[in-house]
């Protein structure tokens, strides 16, 4: 009686094991889950298009565009948003409603759609900013802005953010809200920042706009 007991307990361990096994490339698949871009598109329609633009391609200048941002830097946004990390009240409204799942299949619908190019308007700034952003301010210690968001503003996925095109009065105020301490999701940016005056941060925000 002993044995068959020991035997039926070996049969049970296995089972369990066999089953706890099984079940690993199902949690495996869910955590790799592909991002439903139809649910997604329904979202985005409902809570994002009337100041993004119904393509991601924002005609307000103090909206940014989000067509073709790159999808992990948007979940991380919206994600802070959530948590305060970043500050804005109506953002906060709108990522608070939104699950983990709501945020990346958003992100990648409007990922998914193509980026309008925007341009420069001032000759004289854009000449400034263009040292700036392919130079950096070697004096200050300033790093070139195309070191992490690359010469044509495409940005680096899941590391930085593509600016190519982003409307300047964006950039301006996103600058000017790191170098003043609004703005403290970035420790990066925030140092950046706070070595620019005024100018340099309007003629850098041109230049972005007119890249392509």
């Given at each position: 009686?002993?044995?068959?007991?020991?035997?039926?307990?070996?049969?049970?361990?296995?089972?369990?094991?066999?089953?706890?096994?099984?079940?690993?490339?199902?949690?495996?698949?869910?955590?790799?889950?592909?991002?439903?871009?139809?649910?997604?598109?329904?979202?985005?329609?409902?809570?994002?298009?009337?100041?993004?633009?119904?393509?991601?391609?924002?005609?307000?200048?103090?909206?940014?565009?989000?067509?073709?941002?790159?999808?992990?830097?948007?979940?991380?946004?919206l994600q802070?948003?959530?948590?305060?990390?970043?500050?804005?009240?109506?953002?906060?409204?709108?990522?608070?409603?939104?699950?983990?799942?709501d945020m990346?299949?958003?992100?990648?619908?409007?990922?998914?759609?193509?980026?309008?190019?925007?341009?420069?308007?001032?000759?004289?700034?854009?000449?400034?900013?263009?040292?700036?952003?392919?130079?950096?301010?070697?004096?200050?210690?300033?790093?070139?802005?195309?070191?992490?968001?690359?010469?044509?503003?495409?940005?680096?996925?899941?590391?930085?953010?593509?600016?190519?095109?982003?409307?300047?009065?964006?950039?301006?105020?996103?600058?000017?809200?790191?170098?003043?301490?609004?703005r403290k999701?970035?420790?990066?940016?925030?140092?950046?920042?706070?070595?620019?005056?005024?100018?340099?941060?309007?003629?850098?925000?041109?230049?972005?706009?007119?890249?392509?």
């Amino acid at each position: 009686m002993k044995l068959i007991a020991q035997l039926i307990f070996a049969a049970s361990v296995a089972t369990l094991a066999v089953s706890s096994f099984a079940e690993e490339p199902k949690k495996e698949a869910a955590a790799v889950a592909k991002p439903d871009l139809a649910k997604g598109e329904a979202s985005y329609g409902a809570v994002c298009a009337a100041c993004h633009g119904a393509d991601g391609n924002s005609g307000t200048p103090a909206y940014p565009k989000l067509a073709q941002q790159h999808p992990e830097y948007l979940v991380k946004q919206l994600q802070e948003f959530k948590s305060d990390k970043r500050n804005n009240a109506v953002m906060k409204g709108f990522a608070s409603a939104l699950s983990d799942e709501d945020m990346k299949n958003i992100a990648y619908w409007v990922t998914s759609k193509k980026a309008k190019p925007g341009f420069a308007k001032d000759k004289e700034l854009v000449t400034l900013g263009e040292r700036i952003y392919r130079g950096g301010i070697a004096d200050r210690q300033v790093a070139a802005c195309a070191g992490c968001h690359s010469p044509n503003g495409a940005g680096i996925p899941s590391q930085y953010p593509r600016l190519s095109g982003q409307h300047a009065d964006y950039t301006v105020a996103q600058l000017t809200a790191f170098r003043d301490g609004v703005r403290k999701n970035n420790l990066q940016m925030t140092q950046v920042a706070a070595k620019l005056n005024d100018r340099e941060i309007k003629a850098v925000a041109d230049y972005i706009a007119g890249l392509r």
